[in-house]
C-alpha cells in the first residue's frame, strides 16, 4: 500500500507539468488543444533517442521541451494563419505526430534500462515539489506579464483585445507552443521515470490532463491565476491517487480509461448538482420564511 502512495504521489507530480500546459489552452486561450496526446509522446521520443546516444539527460529533456513548442506552433499556425478550426487543427497535428514520432524514435518502443537519466538515484518525493513548483511559479508570473495578460484577454475577449492593437494570432501561437512545451516536459519526465518511452504513450494525455484541471477547480477553487494553477497541480495528484485507489479495490488496468471518463463527468456534473441542491436549499429557505411570516401575521390579526 505505501509503495502504490509513494508511486502515485510521484506519478501525479510528473503529471502535473503536463496538467499545467492543459490548463493553459483549455482554460486561458479556451483553445481545445488535442495536439496534447502527440506532444506528450513527442517530449518523451526525443529525450529517449538522445539519452540512449549518449546525450547528457539535461539537454535531452530541454530539448524534448523544444520539440513540444515547435509542435504547438504548428497547430497554433495551422489556426491562426491556415484558418483551420481549432479543434480540427490540434487533431491533424495530432495525426501528424504520430509518424512524426515514429521517425524520431526508428521503432515503437526505446527501453532506457542501464541510462542515467535525470531521475536516476534522485529522490522524486522531495526535489518533484520542488521541480513542480518552479514551474507553476514560473507560469503564474508569464501570466502576469504584458504578454501573459494579453494572452488571458486573447482567450476572455479576442475581439476587444485587438481593439487595443494586439495581434492575437501571435497571442494564440504563443499560448499553444507553450502549452505543448510543457506537455512534451511531462512526456520526457515519464519516459525516464518509466525507463522507456513508446509510441501509444501519449494516447489519451487530454482526457488525464482535463480530469486533473477539473478536479483540482472542482475541489479546489480557481477565483485567481496562483490558485487556479495550484488546484491544477493538485489536482493531478488527486487524480493519481483515485486511480491507485481504483486499483486497489479490483478495477483492472484496462478499465483506466473509462473510470478516467467517469471521473472527468463526475467533476464537471458535481459544481451542477451542487448549485441545483443550494438554489432548492434556498427555496425552501424563502418558502418557510414567507410562511412563517404569514403565521406571525394571523396569530397577530387573531390578537387583535
Same mark, same amino acid.
Not at 488571458?152 to 492593437?165: L, V, W
Not at 494570432?169 to 519516459?191: E, H, K, M, P, Y
Given at each position: 500500500?505505501?509503495?502504490?502512495?509513494?508511486?502515485?504521489?510521484?506519478?501525479?507530480?510528473?503529471?502535473? %507539468?503536463? &496538467?499545467?500546459?492543459?490548463?493553459?489552452?483549455?482554460?486561458?486561450?479556451?483553445?481545445?488543444?488535442?495536439?496534447?496526446?502527440? #506532444?506528450?509522446?513527442?517530449?518523451?521520443? %526525443?529525450?529517449?533517442?538522445?539519452?540512449? #546516444?549518449?546525450?547528457?539527460?539535461?539537454?535531452?529533456?530541454?530539448?524534448?521541451?523544444?520539440?513540444? *513548442?515547435?509542435?504547438?506552433?504548428?497547430?497554433? *499556425?495551422?489556426?491562426?494563419?491556415?484558418?483551420?478550426?481549432?479543434?480540427?487543427?490540434?487533431?491533424?497535428?495530432?495525426?501528424?505526430?504520430? #509518424?512524426?514520432?515514429?521517425?524520431?524514435?526508428?521503432?515503437?518502443?526505446?527501453?532506457?534500462?542501464?541510462?542515467?537519466?535525470?531521475?536516476?538515484?534522485?529522490?522524486?518525493?522531495?526535489?518533484?515539489? %520542488?521541480?513542480?513548483?518552479?514551474?507553476?511559479?514560473? *507560469?503564474?508570473?508569464? !501570466?502576469?506579464?504584458? !504578454?501573459?495578460?494579453?494572452?488571458?484577454?486573447?482567450?476572455?475577449?479576442?475581439?476587444?483585445?485587438?481593439?487595443?492593437?494586439?495581434?492575437?494570432?501571435?497571442?494564440?501561437?504563443?499560448?499553444?507552443?507553450?502549452?505543448?512545451?510543457?506537455? &512534451?516536459?511531462?512526456?520526457?519526465?515519464? &519516459?525516464?521515470?518509466?525507463?522507456?518511452?513508446?509510441?501509444?504513450?501519449?494516447?489519451?494525455?487530454?482526457? %488525464?490532463?482535463?480530469?486533473?484541471?477539473?478536479?483540482?477547480?472542482?475541489?479546489?477553487?480557481?477565483?485567481?491565476?496562483?490558485?487556479?494553477?495550484?488546484?491544477?497541480?493538485?489536482?493531478?495528484?488527486?487524480?493519481? !491517487?483515485?486511480?491507485?485507489?481504483?486499483?486497489?479495490?479490483?478495477?483492472?488496468?484496462?478499465?483506466?480509461?473509462?473510470?478516467?471518463?467517469?471521473?472527468?463527468?463526475?467533476?464537471?456534473?458535481?459544481?451542477?448538482?451542487?448549485?441545483?441542491?443550494?438554489?432548492?436549499?434556498?427555496?425552501?429557505?424563502?418558502?418557510?420564511?414567507?410562511?412563517? #411570516?404569514?403565521?406571525?401575521?394571523?396569530?397577530?390579526?387573531?390578537?387583535?
Amino acid at each position: 500500500m505505501q509503495d502504490a502512495l509513494t508511486g502515485s504521489l510521484e506519478l501525479g507530480m510528473l503529471y502535473a %507539468i503536463m &496538467a499545467l500546459g492543459v490548463y493553459l489552452t483549455f482554460r486561458i486561450l479556451d483553445f481545445p488543444d488535442l495536439t496534447v496526446d502527440g #506532444s506528450f509522446t513527442t517530449g518523451g521520443a %526525443i529525450a529517449a533517442v538522445l539519452i540512449s #546516444s549518449g546525450v547528457s539527460p539535461a539537454l535531452a529533456t530541454l530539448a524534448a521541451f523544444g520539440g513540444g *513548442l515547435v509542435a504547438g506552433a504548428c497547430t497554433g *499556425l495551422l489556426h491562426t494563419k491556415g484558418k483551420v478550426n481549432a479543434l480540427l487543427s490540434g487533431i491533424l497535428m495530432m495525426i501528424a505526430l504520430y #509518424s512524426i514520432n515514429l521517425r524520431i524514435m526508428g521503432k515503437a518502443n526505446i527501453p532506457l534500462l542501464g541510462e542515467d537519466t535525470l531521475l536516476t538515484d534522485v529522490p522524486l518525493l522531495l526535489v518533484m515539489p %520542488i521541480v513542480v513548483l518552479v514551474v507553476k511559479f514560473a *507560469l503564474d508570473w508569464f !501570466l502576469h506579464t504584458d !504578454l501573459g495578460l494579453a494572452l488571458r484577454a486573447t482567450g476572455d475577449n479576442p475581439r476587444m483585445i485587438r481593439s487595443f492593437g494586439v495581434n492575437t494570432d501571435n497571442t494564440i501561437i504563443v499560448g499553444v507552443s507553450l502549452s505543448n512545451g510543457l506537455v &512534451a516536459l511531462s512526456g520526457a519526465l515519464i &519516459a525516464q521515470y518509466s525507463a522507456f518511452a513508446e509510441i501509444t504513450m501519449g494516447v489519451g494525455m487530454i482526457v %488525464i490532463g482535463l480530469a486533473s484541471v477539473i478536479i483540482g477547480e472542482a475541489l479546489f477553487g480557481a477565483k485567481t491565476v496562483f490558485r487556479a494553477t495550484l488546484a491544477v497541480v493538485l489536482g493531478a495528484i488527486v487524480y493519481r !491517487l483515485i486511480v491507485a485507489m481504483a486499483l486497489r479495490v479490483g478495477l483492472e488496468p484496462t478499465d483506466m480509461k473509462l473510470m478516467t471518463a467517469l471521473i472527468v463527468i463526475g467533476a464537471l456534473t458535481l459544481p451542477m448538482i451542487r448549485g441545483k441542491l443550494r438554489q432548492k436549499s434556498v427555496i425552501r429557505q424563502r418558502a418557510a420564511d414567507l410562511e412563517n #411570516s404569514r403565521a406571525r401575521k394571523v396569530s397577530a390579526g387573531g390578537g387583535r
